[in-house]
Nanobody, 114 residues
Framework: VQLQASGGGLVQAGGSLRLSCALS????????MGWYRQGQGKQRELVAT???????IYTDSVKGRFTVSRDFAENMLYLQMNSLKPEDTDVYYC?????????WGQGTLVTVSS
């Protein structure tokens, strides 16, 4: 299993970004997936998860602003981030969880300026 996250960058507060996670060697519908983020000196925290049926759970701080979606044809997972705030500045990771282990992409940096 390989995950490749991309789409991070520098954006002003109130702006938007869309993160992408390309999944290889396994179908995007096979296992639960998620987006996490980690700031410098902080623990990695959950942003949102999506199960194999497409049910999504968002952490409270991003509800109403972030949206997770999947592209079955391209085998991609997305995180649309709107109304970005400086506190959303972090490295964002996509994640896939099997019964045996979790797989992580390499992370993509999102920086939100005030």
């Amino acid at each position: 299993v390989q995950l490749q996250a991309s789409g991070g960058g520098l954006v002003q507060a109130g702006g938007s970004l869309r993160l992408s996670c390309a999944l290889s060697r396994v179908s995007i519908t096979s296992y639960p997936m998620g987006w996490y983020r980690q700031g410098q000196g902080k623990q990695r925290e959950l942003v949102a998860t999506i199960d194999t049926d497409g049910n999504i759970i968002y952490t409270d701080s991003v509800k109403g602003r972030f949206t997770v979606s999947r592209d079955f044809a391209e085998n991609m997972l997305y995180l649309q981030m709107n109304s970005l705030k400086p506190e959303d500045t972090d490295v964002y990771y996509c994640n896939l969880r099997t019964v045996l282990r979790a797989y992580w992409g390499q992370g993509t940096l999102v920086t939100v300026s005030s």
